[in-house]
């Protein structure tokens, strides 16, 4: 029996995609295949799923026998996920806005992955959540807009290159793209092409959470004010307390040339400048 395209089940439920939400469903079954595969192949005993939707990839991940728990934040997709609970009772649907839950909760019961679609106003924040998260994630595999997907992906010295590339690079090294979509993968269809990334946490090159936090801070002054050398950027910018001549000390101890802009510096620049602040203002 042929499955209800997503304008079909819009239809029957007597609904439409939501802007707010940045709601665009997926209809590419052999995307959705790929990405459930994708998820599973870290061998997990739990699966997130963010942002069921109508339930492409939920009716998938819940046939392979694991349990799965939903975060949905649109209550009128309760009817549509409802009909998939019934037929697997290894899934649990939570509606809730995922960037308000414990994901802590999850990963705290054993190997976790977590999957989805994610909404482009949310991206950034909801990646810092999820790769953040302890215990962490076994692997996270997203759909995210192809802007993103480069900003992730990028390296140094180039446009793309900034906080969020370093948040990915710091937690989970670097993303995989294993799979592009054309705007016509999605009902509505976006005005943009995307792709869908895996990303393996991983034991973060810095374990100490105040050192991380000053790591962080330099990433963040480094790129508030990326076309400024790195002296002028880092002294006196917010979460740091760095003067010029102390900025110029760290960036030598570092052995960083202090002609150089925050967006040509690797993850082991940013972290041996961590250190070289640290030693330099004690």
């Known amino acids: 029996m042929r499955e209800e395209s997503a304008r079909e089940q819009l239809r029957r439920l007597n609904l439409r995609a939501r802007k ?5 469903f997926l209809v590419n079954e052999g995307a959705a295949d790929r990405i459930v595969e994708a998820a599973l192949e870290s061998e997990p005993d739990l699966v997130l799923e963010i942002g069921p939707g109508l ?9 392979s026998g694991l349990p799965v728990v939903a975060i ?7 009817a549509e996920l409802s009909r998939i609970a019934e037929e697997h009772p290894g899934l649990e649907v939570r509606y809730q806005d995922v960037l308000e839950a414990d994901l802590s909760e999850l990963t705290a019961r054993g190997r976790c992955a977590a999957v989805g679609n994610l909404p482009y106003q949310i991206t950034s924040p909801l990646f810092e959540k999820l790769l953040t998260c302890e215990p962490s994630f076994m692997g996270i595999v997203a759909m995210v807009q192809r802007e993103v997907g ?35 993968s999605f009902h509505p269809p976006p005005k943009v092409h995307s792709v869908v990334l895996r990303m ?9 959470p105040r050192r991380r936090q000053l790591f962080f801070a330099l990433v963040r002054a480094a790129f508030g004010q990326r076309r400024k050398q790195l002296p002028n950027a880092l ?12 900025a110029q000390e760290a960036l030598a101890c570092a052995g960083i040339e202090p ?11 940013f972290v041996a400048l961590t250190d070289a602040v640290e030693e330099v203002t004690a």
């Open 200 to 208: 393996i946490p991983r034991e973060p090159p810095i374990d100490d």
């Open 150 to 184: 480069e900003r992730l992906a990028a390296e140094p010295g180039t446009s793309e290159y900034g906080s969020l590339t370093l948040l990915a690079r710091f937690y989970a090294g670097q993303p995989e793209i294993i799979a592009q979509l054309t705007p016509g």
């Open 55 to 63: 339930g492409v990839l939920t009716r998938r991940l819940a046939a």
């Open 259 to 269: 002609s150089r802009r925050g967006e040509t510096l690797s993850l082991a620049e």
């Open 20 to 24: 707010d939400l940045g709601q665009h």
């Open 72 to 78: 949905e934040k649109d209550e009128a997709m309760r």
């Open 235 to 246: 002294s006196g910018a917010p979460g740091l307390t760095l003067e010029k001549r102390q």
